[in-house]
């Protein structure tokens, strides 16, 4: 095991608690400096992979300087990746698994995603999301939750931790005690929640109930205001929540990370440095930072933020050796989880992860030619599967999963695309936690089945004339996500189908509009494999 050398007991517990991010591809030298002075966990994000076996070399070097470190990674699937941070992700993410509400499929989507970041070294997963999608409105969560039906979610949120950890990663159950009915995303400023007790308790709490009952290794708590359980302070930073709630009446005792601190929900109103003293004292017992701040200077504040609280009797000491303690419990919990697996099985990931895990990034991403792809039920139910490639394998159960999620209204007249069509991909601005590097909607996997489709993306206004010049003869498929909450995005299919009635329609983000268009495709997501299935429909294979 690791040791220590330099650092006293209570700094080596200061830096065990918090879980940095950095910049770059490999490790950086004070990273892996504080490692060996006492830190526990790393945190991943899109800028720290490149490829496959570039994100396996790094997990190595960070578990050279210390063999226990918890790798963790914000990997929720669908439109939330960052193992397929440029390519869009091969599973279809939490509410397409709620829209089939198959608990097998989705314990076996959340398995096949554990054993592929298994097989690169990463260990802890900032996933699932637990959160009531009870406000359609919601600017962050939407797509991101399983759905707006409490045990609908609760018995996903159990499926998917069980999958998860059967792959030897901790799940993170997140947003506690629900982020699901905001209407502000806490990445910008401190949301409200004012629903009364007996609707959080009956609403709110029933997932995370589940991931408790079903093991979940840690939680992770919402930079979110619910007066009816704390009025003065965000549920990261409330003893009532974390540890009244949370760890006596819930019962639950696992790992308790805040969401990252450097969001302005408690950045903004708190500081980073009290943030989390205040975060630690409340019951959290790790402190996620990293996401914006990913610097050897914001590791030192912090790390000094704690210790001068301890001296000063703010916090107490007691109080930061706990945290530091459920820190190493799941990190050897994770550490000998790894083991196990190796020592039982020599092959411990799937053929699908196997093949993601060694093909390079060309061949670990595939797509396939125009020829292939299974058909969609709601099209053609009897016609007979087409032929698989070889790289379908990888893409199976998210791929099988993304056609299962999809509603198609409007099929009985409906003629499939046979020539290359214009794809006007109706674009609103990206949530931070999404992020604007992933690429969504359906113009690769168009231009795959015809080579030729054309594309533009309007983002305003002046949308829809606009995808009317540039579509020209071409017939359209306009993508859009959450039209009911983008009245522009409404308007300019409004102008579409007047002029064009044969547009195909595809909701890749929440389907609450009323499906229209000459065929309307909701995939209940915006990942690459939704795009696909979407595709599928539309050219009629």
């Not at 991010?21 to 992979?49: C, H, K, M, Q, Y």
């Not at 409105?137 to 059967?166: C, E, K, M, W």
């Not at 989880?337 to 093909?359: L, W």
Request: aromatic share 4%; with cysteine.
């Amino acid at each position: 095991m690791t040791t220590f050398a330099g650092t006293d007991t209570l700094t080596r517990d200061a830096l065990t608690v918090l879980q940095p991010g950095f910049t770059g591809t490999t490790a950086p030298d004070w990273l892996l400096r504080r490692l060996g002075e006492g830190l526990a966990s790393v945190g991943l994000f899109g800028r720290n992979i490149a490829s496959l076996d570039q994100l396996a070399a790094l997990t190595a070097q960070l578990r050279a300087e210390r063999d226990d470190v918890l790798v963790a990674i914000d990997e929720e699937g669908g439109d939330v990746t960052r193992l397929e941070v440029r390519t869009g992700s091969s599973f279809p993410g939490n509410h397409a698994l709620g829209a089939v509400d198959d608990v097998e499929l989705t314990r076996e989507v959340a398995l096949e995603l554990g054993r592929r970041l298994a097989a690169c070294g990463v260990n802890f997963n900032w996933a699932p999301s637990a959160d009531v999608n009870s406000n359609p409105g919601n600017p962050v969560i939407g797509v991101r939750s399983f759905g707006a039906a409490p045990d609908l979610v609760a018995r996903h949120t159990a499926a998917y931790v069980t999958g998860l950890q059967s792959a030897g990663v901790a799940a993170c159950t997140k947003h506690f005690p629900g982020h699901g009915d905001t209407a502000i995303d806490s990445h910008h400023a401190l949301p409200r929640i004012d629903a009364d007790a007996a609707v959080l308790h009956d609403r709110e709490l029933t997932p995370f109930r589940a991931a408790i009952a079903a093991g979940t290794r840690a939680v992770m708590t919402a930079h979110i205001l619910v007066p009816a359980l704390d009025p003065e302070r965000p549920a990261t930073l409330s003893r009532r929540v974390l540890t009244d709630l949370l760890r006596g009446e819930l019962g639950y005792d696992g790992l308790i990370v805040t969401d990252g601190m450097e969001m302005r929900a408690i950045a903004g109103t708190y500081g980073i440095e009290r943030g989390s003293v205040l975060a630690l004292a409340a019951g959290a017992d790790a402190i996620c930072v990293g996401g914006g701040l990913a610097d050897d200077e914001t590791v030192r504040r912090l790390r000094d933020a704690l210790v001068t609280a301890v001296r000063s009797g703010e916090l107490a000491e007691e109080r930061l050796a706990d945290a530091a303690d459920r820190v190493r419990t799941l990190a050897r919990w994770a550490a000998s989880t790894s083991g196990r697996r190796n020592e039982t099985d020599p092959s411990p990931v799937s053929p699908a992860s196997q093949a993601f895990r060694t093909s390079p990034a060309s061949l670990a991403f595939p797509s396939p030619p125009s020829s292939q792809g299974s058909p969609t039920s709601q099209i053609s139910p009897a016609s007979p599967v087409s032929a698989k490639a070889a790289v379908d394998a990888v893409d199976d159960v998210g791929l099988r999963a993304a056609r299962r999620a999809l509603r198609v209204t409007g099929a009985e007249n409906f003629i499939p695309l046979t020539e290359p069509p214009f794809v006007a991909a109706l674009t609103p601005v990206a949530n931070i936690a999404v992020g604007d590097e992933t690429p969504w909607g359906v113009a690769a996997e168009l231009t795959r089945l015809f080579p030729g489709t054309e594309t533009g993306t309007f983002t305003d206004e002046h949308a829809g004339p606009a995808a009317l010049e540039a579509a020209g003869a071409r017939r359209i498929v306009a993508v859009v996500r959450d039209e009911h909450r983008h009245p522009w995005m409404a308007a300019a299919l409004d102008t579409l189908l007047a002029a064009r009635p044969d547009t195909i329609v595809v909701e890749m983000g929440l389907p609450q509009a009323a499906p229209r268009g000459a065929l309307h495709i909701a995939t209940h997501g915006a990942a690459r494999v939704c795009g696909r299935a979407a595709a599928e429909v539309a050219a009629g294979v």
